[in-house]
């Protein structure tokens, strides 16, 4: 760990100088570097209701989560920023549910993996006219799941530069393994781990709308909304589903599902030391999934250099018509899951951040200028809890 720090302030350290080589009036057309943010994060959480095992068994998982975000900007010959985003992320994860896809072995490969999720992203802000276009491409990659993503989009600031409106398009196009439990596979191979699996496809299409307005010098509100369909294998193969007759099917859920979240943010500023963010949001699917979120954040500033921002969110959403508990779905259902994700429950978030931004730079670097830590403890009525802490690192 040592060492990692080492070579980060040593990274850090390289663009700083590079940043200051580029202060002439002639550097604003040429590429340099905007930010960078290097953030990593530690999850655990443990539960009694896995999808592996039919709604019932052990949920204990733990992910250590490491990404990087760099920013590039230039101004070409009309003026017009152009910004270049590039993110790399890397999760590694074990997990106990997942090893019992293979209920013979005592640790299955199953148990952990890894995912590496790179994108590329570019935007260009016309200052004089308020308007800026964007897009970007995506890619997900682990053992069991790939998917690539594109986007495109653009934004339009109103006359007086006090609102805006926002539009954008999402595809992701993703190949699922076909990894069926154990106990349910074919083959002359004897259902082996390393088999050769078959994929199958699913695709996802979404239209995202927002519009932000600045009330006055303390007040802002934005309103948001999405379209979202997807298409293809949306059940997970290797989620077991029990019947009353002690029998186990694989997860079987409709090919289509269509989604419109709705969502409204409003940030009030008291004076300069205090903030109130409030979030909330409607979600509603032809799965019959109907959902309500709740959140707020106040970041109090305790210092010119220091802040707090303790948070809270509150969700509730009714149960899917698919769902049903363990050994509770009958030969009569044409789709059926165990996938408490997808039951009636509510859940409670929180916990607290603290951001430091000192004056002359951490670690004695003048643009490594802000070190933010957060916790968050989230429990779900079903009983499942989880920790999160993460660490960024922001140079600018």
Known sequence: MKKVIISIIALFGFFNAQAQENTNTEASKKLSLDEINLVSSYYKQDGNNSAVTGGVGSEKLNDISNSIDVVLV??????????????????????????????????????????????????????????????GVSYSGEFDYQSIGANIGFSQKTPNRM????????????????????????????????????????????????????????????????????????????????????????????DKRFKLPLGLRANYFFGDKVILRAYYRYYTDDWGLRSNTISLETPVKISPFVSVSPFYRYY????????????????????????????????????????INPKNGLFGIERLNMLEIRYGHYTKSIGMKSDIISLNLRFK
């Open 316 to 355: 509730s959403q009714t149960g899917a018509k698919y769902f049903s508990p363990y050994q509770q779905h009958t030969a009569f259902d044409d789709f059926y899951t165990s996938n408490y994700d997808l039951s009636k429950f509510s859940s409670n978030f929180y916990g607290a951040g603290i951001r």
């Open 74 to 135: 230039n101004y070409d010959k009309k003026l017009r920023k152009n910004k270049y985003t590039l993110d790399v992320g890397i999760d590694h994860y074990t997990s106990a549910s997942s090893d019992m896809i293979d209920l013979k072995a005592n640790s299955s490969a199953s148990h952990a993996d890894t995912r590496i999720y790179p994108s590329l992203g570019w935007s260009r802000e016309n200052e004089a006219k308020g308007s800026t276009i964007m897009a």
């Open 163 to 254: 609102g805006e409106f926002t539009a954008k398009f999402q595809a992701f196009l993703d190949q699922v393994k076909l990894i069926a439990p154990i106990e349910l596979r074919t083959g002359s191979t004897g259902g082996g781990e390393h088999e050769g699996y078959g994929t199958s496809g699913r695709n996802t299409y979404a239209l995202s709308l927002s519009y932000s307005q600045i009330i006055n010098k303390n007040f802002q509100l934005e309103l948001m909304t999405d379209a979202v369909q997807q298409t293809g294998y949306l059940s997970l193969p290797f989620h077991r589903v029990y019947f009353t007759d002690g029998s186990v099917h694989q997860e079987a859920l409709p």
